[in-house]
């Protein structure tokens, strides 16, 4: 089945300091992959994507690239501001063994502290 | 504001009882899912429904139920509630892109059961 290893946290950064937050999946075929925030007391907002091998996502300040050849799409940020404090998940959207239907499956996220 | 939206936000009831959570999906989306979150299990997907039909199952127990009517809502039905069952509830929705598809999440209900 489909599966994603998210960096264990809590992680704690000053601010303009340079992020990583690493993520590796498992899945059957050609899966399209996330970054999903969570600001306290929030919901899942997307953060970036990418749906195809090399394909960079960003947005924000932040980037994903899919790497195929080593299963990764680790999040990274030059410069950390006390604003991006947040649970950061990724996930992958793949098929269901059962049919033609996608499934996103989420790492257990990452508590990312910024600290002035 | 991502365009899902869900109420209620707070839900507080007792074990035994039964719950109703709606959501909305954005304009134009036919697809919508529903997520747990709980401290233990993570996020995990319980059900998708694709214009008003079942599309695919996760670990959604028997107590709860969904559906979506023709407008396109659904609702989460809970019901016999554990202590267990406390979690956030997220919706989501999305257009069906094939391999492309994103799902654009609702703000959630929180729900607590005493």
């Known amino acids: 089945g489909n599966s994603v290893t998210q960096m264990e946290g809590p992680v704690t950064l000053s601010e303009e300091a340079f992020l990583t937050i690493n993520c590796t999946y498992t899945a059957t075929g050609y899966p399209s992959l996330f970054w999903y925030v969570q600001y306290p007391g929030e919901g899942l907002q997307l953060l970036l994507k990418a749906t195809k091998a090399d394909d960079k996502g960003s947005n924000k300040g932040f980037e994903a690239t899919y790497r195929k050849e080593t299963t990764s799409f680790h999040l990274e940020k030059g410069s950390v501001q006390v604003s991006d404090s947040a649970v950061y998940f990724c996930a992958l959207s793949g098929l269901i063994s059962s049919g033609s239907a996608r499934q996103l499956t989420f790492g257990s996220g990452t508590q990312l502290t910024v600290l002035p | 504001d991502s365009g899902v939206t869900q109420t209620p936000k707070h839900l507080i009831t007792a074990t035994g009882q039964r719950v109703t959570l709606r959501c909305s999906p954005r304009?134009?989306?036919?697809?919508v899912y529903w997520y747990q979150q709980s401290l233990d299990q993570g996020l995990q997907f319980l059900i998708q429904?694709?214009?008003?039909?079942?599309?695919a199952k996760g670990n959604i127990l028997e107590r709860f139920s969904a559906q979506q009517f023709p407008d396109l809502h659904s609702e989460l039905n809970l019901s016999s509630l554990e202590l267990g069952d406390s979690a956030l509830y997220f919706c989501a929705s999305s257009v069906q892109q094939g391999r492309q598809e994103t799902q654009y999440f609702g703000p959630g209900t929180r729900l607590l059961v005493l």
């Open positions: 429904y694709y214009n008003g039909e079942e599309r």
């Open positions: 304009s134009g989306d036919l697809s």
